[in-house]
């Protein structure tokens, strides 16, 4: 069986690792996908470590502003939307024209907390694409040995989506020996996203819908096209 895998880099960027990322991913002729957090480009140089990526033909993603509450948790919805919309500020002009969203799982967990129907109804108005997961090698947790862990979990399915982070652990470090793995197991790299985890594509709700533990979340087709 032919396999393909995404890799994704959240909760950046960060002057010690993601250069680094990038150099790793140069040298590999691979593009992926940085969902950033806004707070992080409110740090200085962490705008132009973003533009770097972008300009190395990365995709640059919406992570949320703080990274802190799963959308469907937060009671305030003024909060809900600074969330969203405070980000897609500071990313600008660097932001895929699809508008990529990506919530906070709390761990990695696709369930009715992840985004709520405020969420949703906002993204679906602003047109953005929300893009999730199927691989969660957990490399915060496991930063020396959470490589295994991928290549295991992608050789389970023809396309993973991976989640791992370009965040100061020590888990980076192992970037290489991944890509090698990869390799060795006849996997290609892409950069795009499967339709089993996009369940908005530029604010239209798509047949992943019925096919995530999302729950309550899940609201009409027509509040989506509202």
């Not at 003024?78 to 990529?100: C, K, M």
């Amino acid at each position: 069986m032919s396999r393909k895998v995404t890799l994704s880099f959240d909760n950046g960027p960060t002057r010690e690792v993601t250069p680094r990322v990038l150099d790793v991913l140069r040298e590999r002729a691979i593009r992926s996908t940085f969902f950033v957090v806004g707070q992080q480009l409110r740090v200085p140089g962490m705008l132009a470590i973003a533009r770097r990526a972008a300009n190395e033909g990365h995709w640059i993603g919406n992570h949320t502003l703080t990274h802190s509450i799963p959308l469907a948790e937060l009671d305030d919805l003024a909060t809900v939307d600074r969330e969203i919309a405070e980000t897609q500020e500071l990313i600008g002009d660097l932001s895929h024209p699809d508008r990529l969203f990506r919530p906070f799982g709390r761990g990695g967990i696709i369930d009715e907390r992840l985004l709520g129907s405020y969420a949703l109804r906002r993204l679906a108005e602003g047109k953005f694409t929300c893009v999730l997961w199927n691989s969660v090698p957990r490399d915060w947790e496991r930063p020396d040995d959470w490589v295994r862990t991928c290549l295991d979990d992608a050789a389970t399915r023809p396309w993973s989506v991976v989640v791992i982070h370009d965040l100061p652990t020590g888990a980076m470090d192992h970037l290489s020996e991944l890509l090698d793995g990869l390799d060795a197991m006849g996997a290609k790299v892409v950069q795009e996203f499967p339709d089993d985890c996009v369940p908005l594509r530029r604010g239209v709700r798509t047949g992943a819908f019925a096919r995530l533990a999302l729950g309550s979340i899940v609201p009409s087709e027509g509040s989506l096209r509202r």
